[in-house]
């Protein structure tokens, strides 16, 4: 019962992407954070339309389940499973860019900061940065806020334009949305 809840919310934050980028069109994606690969699977299923789209994703630790859910895909061979922390992601990244970068990695405040910077330095112009699980703080363990105070800090450190909040929405959708506008 919970896991089905789970996805159902999850699917609900991803649907509400193609209201910001058009995936008719070519796109690079980058996805930060796997686990069983459901949103993985969802992206790949739905914003790989493009013939030449691709997805990155990165995950500390990939799980079989990841593998499972995604490896029959007919879009699997536009994507790529990296196994690594984000931070080392970053680090060795040689001049490559994304269209649309989703961050749902570690959730503790110093990790989303250091996400959320990095992304803003290789996204492209036009390019959205999605934060998941912004409300997060309702479960005990992230009683810190963190997502949603390393989001208060980025909004003032970068030039990137707020495009969704979801303390202001009605829906609830727990995903902020960044434009870069520059
Ligand atoms: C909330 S889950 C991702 C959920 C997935 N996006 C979905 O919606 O189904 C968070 C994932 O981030 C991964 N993670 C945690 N710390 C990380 C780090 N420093 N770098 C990369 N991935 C990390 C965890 O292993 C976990 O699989």
Redesign the pocket.
């Not at 990165?58 to 630790?61: E, F, L, S, W």
């Not at 690594?84 to 931070?87: F, K, V, Y």
């Not at 749902?104 to 959730?107: E, L």
């Given at each position: 019962m919970c896991t089905k809840l789970w996805?159902m919310q999850?699917i609900q934050?991803?649907q509400i992407l193609d209201q910001y980028h058009d995936f008719s069109k070519e796109t690079k994606i980058l996805?930060?954070?796997?686990?069983?690969?459901?949103?993985?699977k969802y992206i790949m299923q739905n914003y790989l339309t493009h013939e030449d789209s691709i997805l990155e994703a990165?995950?500390?630790?990939i799980?079989d389940a990841?593998f499972e859910a995604v490896w029959e895909l007919p879009e699997y061979e536009r994507t790529t499973l990296i196994e690594?922390?984000?931070?080392n992601?970053f680090d060795v990244l040689n001049e490559e860019t994304y269209d649309v970068i989703?961050i749902?990695?570690?959730?503790m405040y110093s990790?989303v900061l250091r996400?959320g910077l990095n992304a803003s330095k290789i996204l492209e112009d036009n390019g959205i940065i999605v934060f998941?699980?912004v409300q997060l703080h309702v479960i005990p363990k992230y009683t810190d806020n963190g997502v949603k105070r390393a989001l208060q800090e980025l909004e003032l450190e970068w030039n990137l334009e707020c495009l969704l909040d979801c303390k202001d929405n009605t829906i609830w959708t727990n995903v902020n949305v960044y434009r870069n506008t520059k």
């Open positions: 996805k999850m934050h991803y996805e930060i954070g796997i686990w069983e690969a459901e949103s993985t990165v995950d500390i630790r799980q990841a690594t922390p984000s931070d992601f989703l749902d990695g570690d959730h990790q996400d998941d699980d």
